[in-house]
């Protein structure tokens, strides 16, 4: 690890200043900064601590919205009887995540920002697409914790839960930096691959998430199956929303939290029973094109998407 300058900002206005800086990199909860400081991924001049600014940790419920501070942990969105009542797939996904200690510390910023666990990324060996090479070794290599849609530049999975959750719950995000604020809806936070195969978000140096909002009230669900039910990286993971616009997503799935619309448009206008939820998981597959080694994925995200379903219809 290179040596690089510590920086405590007093405040938002600091931070934005500070982390505009080239060479500079945010740290919040430190959870996959610090992972990506070791494996040599990013070797930061400074680096900028923004965990301190507690105008960034808020939980709020204004005018039918949640609003939610980037800065508040994983553990508080679990537990928060205002999330679990009103954006129960968001509390229910933060829940999920990790292990106890780790979402103590952990971000709700940070876990929407992290990059990539794909291990071709992460090892220095491997000069992959993402990191400025010329191949992505997962799509001939060993994949099979690799994406079965949107798989043909870059085969990593989008490691958010909570992105997973916030897009079918139809999130925003509020983005300040030095050149100043916009809004920007969560799905459209994520960068597919075919747009910048490199990065995985729309934020630009010195920006910061500011804060999430999240429409308030929608029946909605969460499912993640994982190879033991300990802490582990999910095989598989749906996020669903009912309502008007009802919204299915596909995690672990593919380099962004996949919208299932063939699903979507099954369910609008219907109640949700056992076969409407079986009928909407077959269609959240439609277009599916798994790796030589991740079929298997195509079964669990069925199972995901059809339980996530009965758990937000309250049939489950």
């Given amino acids: 690890m290179k040596a690089f300058t510590w920086i405590e900002p007093e405040d938002l206005a600091a931070a934005m200043s500070a982390g505009a800086q080239e060479g500079a990199l945010f740290k919040a909860g430190g959870v996959d900064v610090g992972d990506r400081l070791k494996e040599h991924l990013d070797e930061p001049a400074t680096l900028v601590n923004i965990r301190r600014l507690r105008e960034l940790d808020f939980v709020r419920s204004e005018g039918g919205m949640l609003k939610l501070g980037p800065l508040v942990t994983l553990a508080t969105l679990a537990s928060d009887a205002r999330i679990r009542e009103q954006a129960r797939a968001l509390a229910d996904a933060a829940a999920a995540a ?6 103590n510390a952990a971000t709700l910023g940070g876990n929407l920002a992290q990059r990539p666990r794909c291990w071709y990324f992460r090892r220095e060996d491997f000069r992959c697409r993402r990191k400025g090479g010329s191949e992505c070794f997962a799509i001939d290599g060993q994949n099979e914790m690799h994406a079965v849609f949107d798989n043909d530049l870059c085969a990593i999975v989008h490691p958010s839960a909570t992105g ?10 509020l983005l300040r930096g030095p050149s100043g604020e916009r809004a920007v809806p969560v799905e459209d936070f994520f960068v597919r691959p075919q747009v910048d195969v490199t990065r995985e978000n729309v934020l630009r140096p010195g920006e910061l998430i500011v804060e999430v909002r999240v429409p308030a009230g929608r029946r909605s669900g969460y499912v993640k199956l994982m190879e033991k039910q300990s802490f582990d990286w999910p095989l598989a993971e749906a996020a669903v929303a009912l309502g008007d616009d009802p919204r299915v997503v596909l995690g672990a799935a593919a380099p962004i939290p996949w919208r299932a619309r063939a699903a979507e448009a099954l369910l609008r206008g219907k109640r949700v029973d056992d076969a409407l939820a079986a009928q909407a998981a077959e269609a ?12 298997y994925k195509v079964p669990i995200l069925k199972t995901a998407v059809r339980r996530a379903l009965l758990a937000a219809g309250g049939a489950a």
Avoid: D, F
Avoid at 98 to 103: D, E, F, G, K
């Fill in 164 to 173: 997973t959750a916030l897009t079918a719950l139809g999130a925003s995000l």
């Fill in 284 to 295: 959240a597959l439609q277009g599916v094109k798994p790796l030589q080694h991740n079929g």
């Fill in 98 to 103: 990790a292990t106890p200690q780790i979402r």
